[in-house]
């Protein structure tokens, strides 16, 4: 596990960021299929601060990766590698999505004009989850490149996502009027694609691994102490999903919302810690 811990910073940005991302994109449904009174519109925009200040905060903890923080802006001179693509498509999203919440909260932003603009923070949103994880498929480290990797932080960042946005409409009194119609199905869409989409990611690339080895270790080993961590963060996932769609059927679901967020963030930063725990260098591999 001696990678994981070195890799502490980024672990936590690739929990928190794509995490808060995915908040808009639940958002963006409950706006396309509920009319909330202009109350609980006040009251969403206001927590529509949270999923952005959890993002933020992923952000910070990236810079805590670099030797020098000086050294940020080199990073958009490799435009076009993974990581330089990751941390552009952060950046937009993070832009758009402040500029978002900044003019909801002024009330300036209603009817078709709300829709489209959460749409474009949704789309956004998904974009950079994917490439959070596009970031990390490199042929340098062969237990990283697989498709699976992008897969699974799709996955984080929808159940997080459906989690945080249940969280945030049963603070505003939104909840239940939400669930009466089809946003109830797409909240419990989310968090279960979500949830499956990660359990087939990560277990899916921790058998992978299993079956490669190089001068100095075997995939099997690497596995072997990153299994307790995956096992518990994709429990927790599979948790947090759940409560999400008990919640459904509750009026007043925030505690559940609650302890929902806190089962995906926990289980989905084990789940990170796993995936860095499993570095192998292709440079001095054979399988």
Known sequence: MQFSVAELPLALFTTLAPFGAGAFIALACAFFTTSFSDEQLKKIDRGTIIPLAIVIVGFICAFFHLASPMNAPSVFLGAGSPMSNEIIAGCVFAIVAIVYVIVTNTGKLCGSA????????????????????????????????????????????????????ALVLASAGAWADACKGSFKSAVIGLAVVGAVLAIVGLAGQLAMASGMENALVSGSELVSGALLPAVIGLALIVVAAALVFVSVKKEAATGLAAAAVTAALVGIFLARMAFYAIQMSVGIYFG
Do not use: E
């Open 114 to 165: 709300r829709k489209g603009f959460a749409a474009v923070v949704a789309v956004l949103a998904v974009v950079f989850a994917i490439f959070t994880g596009l970031a990390y498929v490199m042929s340098t480290i062969a237990t990283w490149d697989t498709p699976l990797v992008p897969v699974q932080m799709l996955g984080f960042a929808l159940v997080g996502g459906a989690a945080t946005t």
